[in-house]
């Protein structure tokens, strides 16, 4: 790895340094719409769109409980699920012009047939076929068949042996709830509980599917998850085996006791009207959790519990669904720092206004369960949500950081100093023993357990990504080595190690290798490595090699395919554009061509609003499980990446001066 000497040579004028005039009129008009989207009390938050699975379960949730009819809104969510529907193969995907998924579009036509829409309709008939073509709703993931053992459309015997005794499993057991992500972990406990007592959905509609059964194409069950072990799903295999012999004879006592720890975890940590881990799954669950221990509607813990799944809604005047979460602390963050690049004295007081609503947001007491493997470290992160304080995560915390101390080198200002220290100390205490960092919590690296029968969807850990390994490395290195070079040089090991053939790098929490890529160019520039180091300069040549024609740079979702084969062309997008720009210029090739060929990309697909069009899905969820469109990405990225041109060029520069 080369360090690059700061006081190296600039490159020569820019030709077209005199049309950076144009962009004046581009960048404030953005900026302009932008702001326009900035909340009263200075933050933003845009809608956050999944696949059909969100607002199929939470109409389903709806009917489980037997709640009152609300026929305007369920006649918006049909709507939706219409309109998404693949006209290419009569089924759901996971994201927009994907292939067919079979738990997508068994949920998705059994919201709709509980709607009320005739299975003999012509897009009913045919997505049953399409359904029954790749093997029945039999065929679905875990997830789904739990859904459908609660209306009575599968056998409970068809899902794994999930005992709720596992609350008790001690640290050593192989099957221990805290080796297991966030995510996971707060959408199994409330569901362990339902596991053990087989409750029936209230069903008044007796609504059920049992067509999409019967005819259906023998299909094997695929499993989603990564590193799987002959060895170890054979000894799951056999322990699921045990533990469905034994279940009839758990000690009551022993039941009772797990159940209620089960309950009491999940009171702790219920988060108000922000919901269980401020996510759809765990805050569903836990809403049914409560109905199933006769917790009225009115009982403050069901009621707070049913408000967090209700403000996830998004209704218009003609559609609705319902959001995974909600991302305003990630969307705040990530507009702020778009606005700072702008250098505009009213978008630096807007940045301002919105870094100060950042502040409270700051999780400064409560210790979550990451304390679970690192006790001794203090809080200071920032969560994704309004709220979540038990899950706060290394990305918002690091790119809050950074944006907070890129205001204050502009003002001057001290009154972001500790949250900015506390933030880069809980983010130090956080790093993996590989050198790198993962989302939520340290060393969440138990692999073992993609092998149970219960984590066909992939999604049940947390291990160090490429990605927020390098946002981390960008936040310290931006604040200064200091006493954390060996920190800094540990995850520098783990980036170069992870740098694929290619040059490029996985993009974990956005699509794909373009997110990656960016995100580790950003922070080799803020590390002090340029383009005669060989990771940075791999990386730069492949994402000219990638370039669309058109000057943009797109990728589909499908680059997360388990036979791997690296990234997969798609058209442009404005995101993804922005990342790939901004990604070079880290590199120090603000003057190349492939640069201006996409700025010029931008320039022409900037829409009269300010805004750019997306339809893709750009966000990743769980990789080829659940995608995200981040209705802001198409608003902010580009903004910043034209904003950072324009500064570069302009100021005849070889580098951004920060780690994003």
């Not at 108000?272 to 996510?279: C, K, N, P, R, T």
């Not at 947390?462 to 310290?476: E, G, K, N, Y």
């Not at 090991?493 to 990656?516: C, H, M, T």
């Amino acid at each position: 790895m080369t360090v690059v000497d700061e006081s190296a040579s600039r490159p020569a004028p820019d030709a077209r340094a005199a049309d950076i005039d144009a962009l004046d009129a581009r960048i404030a008009r953005a900026a302009k719409a932008l702001l326009g989207r900035q909340q009263a009390d200075g933050h933003w938050v845009f809608e956050l769109e999944a696949d059909a699975t969100i607002p199929s379960e939470y109409l389903l949730l709806r009917h489980y409980l037997g709640e009152p009819d609300d026929l305007a809104l369920e006649r918006k969510i049909a709507t939706y699920l219409r309109r998404i529907q693949s006209a290419e193969h009569d089924g759901w995907p996971l994201f927009e012009g994907g292939a067919f998924d079979i738990s997508a579009s068994v949920k998705a036509y059994f919201a709709l047939k509980m709607i009320g829409d005739d299975p003999e309709a012509p897009h009913m008939a045919r997505a049953r076929a399409a359904i029954r073509a790749h093997g029945g709703a039999q065929a679905c993931n875990v997830l789904t068949r739990f859904l459908l053992a609660l209306y009575g459309d599968t056998p409970w015997r068809d899902l794994p042996a999930m005992p709720v005794e596992l609350m008790l499993a001690p640290a050593w057991f192989p099957i221990q709830l805290y080796k297991m992500s966030y995510w996971a972990r707060t959408t199994i406990v409330p569901m362990l509980v339902l596991l053990a007592a087989r409750p029936r959905a209230r069903n008044r509609r007796g609504v059920h599917i049992p067509e999409l059964y019967v005819d259906a194409t023998p299909a094997k069950r695929v499993s989603q998850a990564a590193e799987k072990s002959l060895a170890w799903t054979a000894f799951f295999g056999a322990l699921d085996s045990v533990l469905r012999w034994i279940e009839p004879f758990w000690p009551r006592g022993l039941r009772a006791r797990a159940t209620q720890k089960a309950v009491d975890w999940v009171t702790e940590r219920l988060n108000g009207v922000d919901g269980l881990g401020a996510i759809y799954p765990a805050m569903a669950n836990t809403v049914m959790m409560y109905d199933l221990l006769g917790y009225g509607p009115d009982h403050p813990h069901r009621a707070l519990a049913r408000e967090a799944v209700e403000r996830l809604l998004v209704v218009k005047d003609d559609e609705a669904y319902c959001q995974p979460c909600v991302s305003p602390i990630w969307d705040t963050a990530l507009a702020a720092h778009a606005m700072l690049e702008c250098a505009d004295p009213a978008a630096q007081v807007s940045a301002e206004r919105a870094l100060d609503w950042l502040v409270p947001k700051q999780v400064l007491e409560v210790k979550g369960d990451w304390a679970e493997r690192r006790p001794h470290v203090r809080p200071g992160g920032w969560a994704f949500q309004y709220a979540n304080d038990h899950y706060p995560d290394l990305d918002d915390t690091a790119v809050v950081a950074m944006a907070m101390d890129r205001l204050r080198r502009l003002n001057g200002a001290t009154k972001y100093d500790e949250a900015i220290a506390r933030g880069l100390e809980w983010t130090d205490g956080l790093q993996s023993e590989s050198g790198g960092w993962a989302a939520f919590d340290a060393d969440n690296t138990h692999f073992h357990l993609n092998n149970i029968p219960f984590a066909d969807h992939g999604a049940l850990l947390d291990p160090p990504t490429d990605d927020v390994t390098a946002r981390c490395v960008s936040l310290i290195a931006q604040l200064g080595h200091g006493d954390r070079t060996s920190a800094v040089e540990a995850a520098l090991r783990y980036l170069e190690k992870a740098q694929l053939p290619d040059g490029s790098w996985f993009g974990r929490w956005g699509v794909n290798y373009i997110y990656g890529t960016w995100s580790v160019l950003c922070a080799l520039n803020a590390a002090g490595l340029d383009s005669r180091s060989p990771m940075v300069g791999k990386a730069s040549a492949w994402l000219k090699s990638i370039q669309n024609p058109d000057g943009g740079w797109g990728e589909s979702c499908d680059s997360y395919r388990l036979d791997y084969e690296g990234y997969q062309p798609f058209r442009s997008t404005a995101s993804q554009t922005a990342w790939a720009l901004m990604g070079l210029m880290a590199a120090g090739e603000a003057h190349d061509p492939a640069v201006r060929r996409g700025i010029d990309w931008l320039i022409r697909t900037e829409n009269a609003e300010g805004f750019w069009d997306e339809a893709p899905f750009t966000g990743g969820g769980f990789p080829r499980v659940f995608y995200l469109r981040y209705h802001g990405y198409s608003k902010f990225f580009p903004l910043w990446a034209l904003a950072r041109y324009r500064t570069l060029v302009r100021g005849n520069s070889r580098r951004p001066a920060f780690g994003m």
